[in-house]
């Protein structure tokens, strides 16, 4: 085969422990979420013969492109080495970069699957998700949203880590999300402080959200983790009043400078909010009919 392509959700992170480890395959959160069918696209290509000879062993990946523009996305390469290819890819992506939608872990996902097919590298699920997600931990841009983006639907990580050493649940509801993204936040900069705070604060979010899980539940924990964390940037902090003021709940998506809200909560408070649904079924490759 010489291309194939893969769909990883969005996810939206709405509270996180972190548990960082020198093994990244050991590495992980406790937390829940939101997989979304806004998401990222992934081609993989097989090569030309006389492009082979491009040294590509620093990344494993000769060409990306970032929704059409040359770019470096360090899980990608990392997976891709992992498992022993060079290839071209092409990453597209309905949601901003950087903002809180785990696109480099639904990258590194979605480019896992689909090389596995080009390659015919025999790999399992499991397996592909552990290495996408042992790319994303070790590059330091996150360490929950691979899993959930390969569950889908509202995923509960009661255990860090992936397939093997994580244990997943999730909340049974399937609600219409709508979201406004300010801009960018830097996850390598809050996975390398003190997590203390954050790990205390999210810990016991998922706690309240397992008392009774439901979608308002978890985005009510994520509302009490973001104050509690001090993590709440001051765009979001406004959005979030605005829409409590119309008697709804939103809260802000880890880690970006992001509001997400369930219902038309950020519309009701007169935001020109992206609504999408949630995804069911998690990441897959594309099949053409």
Same mark, same amino acid.
């Given at each position: 085969?010489?291309?194939?392509?893969?769909?990883?959700?969005? %996810?939206?992170?709405?509270?996180?422990?972190?548990?960082?480890?020198?093994?990244? *395959?050991?590495? +992980?959160?406790?937390?829940?979420? !939101?997989?979304?069918?806004?998401?990222?696209?992934?081609? *993989?290509?097989?090569?030309?013969?006389?492009?082979?000879?491009?040294?590509?062993?620093?990344?494993?990946?000769?060409?990306?492109?970032?929704?059409? $523009?040359?770019?470096?996305?360090? &899980?990608?390469?990392?997976?891709?080495?992992?498992?022993?290819?060079?290839?071209?890819?092409?990453? #597209?992506?309905?949601?901003?970069?950087?903002? +809180?939608? +785990?696109?480099?872990?639904?990258?590194?996902?979605? #480019?896992?699957?689909?090389?596995?097919?080009?390659? @015919?590298?025999?790999?399992?699920?499991? @397996? !592909?998700?552990?290495?996408? %997600?042992?790319?994303?931990?070790?590059?330091?841009?996150?360490?929950?949203?691979?899993?959930?983006?390969?569950?889908?639907?509202?995923? *509960?990580?009661?255990?860090?880590?992936?397939?093997?050493?994580?244990?997943? @649940?999730?909340?049974?509801?399937? &609600?219409?999300?709508?979201?406004?993204?300010?801009?960018?936040?830097? $996850?390598?900069?809050?996975?390398?402080?003190?997590?203390?705070?954050?790990?205390?604060?999210?810990?016991?979010? !998922? #706690?309240?959200?397992?008392?009774?899980?439901?979608?308002?539940?978890?985005?009510?924990?994520?509302?009490?983790?973001?104050?509690?964390?001090?993590?709440?940037?001051?765009?979001?902090?406004?959005?979030?009043?605005?829409?409590?003021?119309?008697?709804?709940?939103?809260?802000?998506?880890?880690? +970006?400078? $992001?509001?997400?809200?369930?219902?038309?909560?950020?519309?009701?408070?007169?935001?020109?909010?992206?609504?999408?649904?949630? %995804?069911? #079924?998690?990441? $897959? !490759?594309?099949?053409?009919?």
């Amino acid at each position: 085969m010489d291309e194939a392509t893969a769909f990883a959700p969005g %996810h939206i992170t709405a509270f996180f422990a972190p548990y960082p480890d020198s093994d990244p *395959v050991r590495a +992980g959160s406790r937390g829940a979420g !939101l997989a979304l069918s806004d998401g990222v696209e992934v081609t *993989v290509r097989s090569m030309a013969d006389g492009d082979t000879e491009r040294d590509a062993a620093a990344t494993g990946t000769a060409d990306l492109r970032l929704d059409g $523009t040359p770019a470096e996305m360090e &899980p990608v390469g990392r997976v891709l080495s992992s498992l022993g290819v060079t290839a071209e890819v092409e990453v #597209t992506s309905d949601v901003p970069v950087g903002a +809180g939608f +785990g696109v480099s872990g639904g990258a590194a996902l979605a #480019t896992a699957l689909a090389a596995n097919a080009v390659f @015919d590298l025999e790999r399992s699920e499991n @397996d !592909l998700v552990r290495t996408a %997600h042992a790319a994303e931990a070790a590059a330091g841009t996150g360490l929950g949203d691979v899993v959930g983006q390969f569950r889908g639907g509202l995923p *509960v990580r009661l255990e860090p880590g992936p397939p093997g050493y994580g244990r997943m @649940d999730g909340v049974p509801a399937r &609600p219409r999300v709508e979201y406004v993204s300010f801009g960018e936040l830097s $996850t390598e900069r809050v996975l390398g402080g003190d997590l203390d705070p954050v790990r205390e604060a999210g810990e016991a979010a !998922l #706690t309240r959200l397992m008392r009774g899980p439901d979608e308002l539940e978890l985005l009510a924990a994520g509302r009490e983790f973001a104050s509690e964390a001090g993590l709440l940037v001051p765009e979001v902090a406004e959005a979030v009043e605005a829409v409590e003021a119309e008697g709804g709940l939103a809260s802000m998506a880890m880690l +970006g400078r $992001t509001v997400f809200a369930l219902g038309t909560g950020l519309s009701d408070a007169g935001y020109d909010a992206q609504a999408c649904s949630i %995804h069911p #079924t998690g990441a $897959t !490759l594309r099949v053409d009919e």
